[in-house]
């Protein structure tokens, strides 16, 4: 999000260890766990679906003839338990970014005050449809990432 800030168009943030220390020093350390509820809202429900519901939507896969699952009912379930853990989990991923995000783009005073009123403010400010903004790349990613580690 470098650059999004109308105020400032210079880099700030080089690298992994220079972002960590420059965001550190500006912003206090506490500024590096922005977003952390959100994104341990995301874990919570991305894994317990992709991960939980796995061996379940395997089986629906599998044919009556087979004793075990073929590579196809494995990819499938795969692709199948991630898709619907990123459509699920995706309003948390947003609020996760927005969080980390708004540290100047609004001015001196934070645009969320924590993890429920950016639930809140997005929904009433952009609608419900608001909160599943990336889906598609998210989605992509994910079903993807979700089938190799799965399968």
């Known amino acids: ?23 550190a020093k500006r912003e206090g350390p506490m500024k590096l766990y922005s977003g952390l509820p959100a994104g341990l809202q995301r874990q919570i429900s991305f894994a317990s679906l992709r991960i939980g519901l796995y061996d379940t939507v395997k089986e629906f896969f599998t044919t009556g003839k087979e004793t075990t699952a073929s590579l196809g009912s ?30 100047h783009l609004h001015g001196p005073k934070p645009r969320y005050t924590g ?13 419900l449809m608001g ?20 399968v």
């Open 1 to 23: 999000i470098q650059g999004e800030c109308q105020a400032s168009s210079a880099v700030r943030y080089k690298g992994v260890l220079g972002t960590i220390t420059t965001l």
């Open 131 to 150: 909160l599943w903004k990336g889906t598609t790349p998210n989605l992509t990613r994910n079903v993807i990432i979700n089938c190799t580690e799965l």
């Open 115 to 127: 993890t429920y009123n950016a639930y809140r403010i997005i929904a009433t400010t952009e609608g």
């Open 74 to 103: 494995k990819i499938s379930a795969g692709l199948t338990t991630g898709g619907v853990a990123v459509f699920t989990g995706q309003p948390t991923e947003v609020v996760k970014v927005r969080l980390q995000a708004q540290s």
